[in-house]
């Protein structure tokens, strides 16, 4: 079970939107709606911004969304703002869990 | 207010054996898996293993079966994570987190870090 698949770097302007992309495998993205998304600042915990998929967590703004379809989950930022420059993550499982390769998330 | 507390920064040399804590409080520590997710320096995630409190229950990533060992005490409502012997390429910062209630694959509540230096 590798690491999942994610681009290096995402950028876009205040207000706009941006996809982050997270491709696995048949056997972990593919097959369990487990994926898990996070948000780390630099020099801080990650934070956990969606789980199961398309669950948020009590106190993360809906700007943030995510989807899956086959082996690829996608992490939605929607009306970007400047606090959400920070590396993205997503994670999903099998028997064990792995993380993706991360995304460096700019705004421009 | 739910908190996992990490135990401090170490600085170890290269086969000296380390066992780093991770104390939850305010929450049933028995009843939520906890992790373990390591870092190094500049680089990304990578899940590590998890333990259920409540009957020692663990899982480990391939990548970390046989180099490390995950236990809790649940009388203390502390995890640990542990090396036998050190190698320079487990210097990283290494994160505890409890995993969201009723499952284990996904992390909500997260230590601070705890930073190994392995060097000699």
């Known amino acids: 079970q590798s690491a999942l698949t994610q681009p290096a770097s995402v950028s876009g302007s205040p207000g706009q939107s941006i996809t982050i992309s997270c491709t696995g495998a048949?056997?972990?993205?593919?097959?369990?709606?487990?994926v898990s998304w996070y948000q780390q600042h630099p020099g801080k915990a990650p934070k956990l911004m969606i789980y199961e998929v398309s669950k948020r967590p009590s106190g993360v703004s809906n700007r943030f969304s995510s989807s899956k379809s086959g082996n690829t989950a996608s992490l939605t930022i929607s009306g970007l703002q400047a606090e959400d420059e920070a590396d993205y993550y997503c994670?999903?499982?099998?028997?064990?869990?792995?993380f993706g390769t991360g995304t460096k998330v700019t705004v421009l | 207010e739910v908190q996992l507390v990490q135990s401090g920064a170490e600085v170890k040399k290269p086969g000296e054996s380390l066992k780093i804590s991770c104390k939850g409080s305010a929450y049933s520590f028995t009843s939520y898996w906890i992790g373990w997710v390591r870092q190094v320096p500049g680089k990304g995630l990578e899940w590590m293993g998890i333990?259920?409190?409540?009957?020692?229950?663990?899982k480990y990533s391939p990548s970390f079966q046989g180099q490390v060992t995950i236990s809790a005490d649940k009388s203390i409502s502390t995890a640990y994570l542990q090396w036998s012997s050190l190698r320079a390429s487990d210097t990283a910062m290494y994160y505890c987190?409890?995993?969201?209630?009723?499952?284990?694959?996904?992390?909500?509540?997260w230590g601070q870090g705890t930073m190994v230096t392995v060097s000699s």
């Open positions: 987190a409890r995993a969201v209630a009723g499952t284990w694959s996904a992390f909500d509540i």
């Open positions: 994670c999903s499982y099998a028997v064990w869990g792995v």
């Open positions: 048949s056997s972990d993205v593919g097959t369990y709606n487990l």
């Open positions: 333990i259920y409190p409540g009957d020692s229950d663990t």
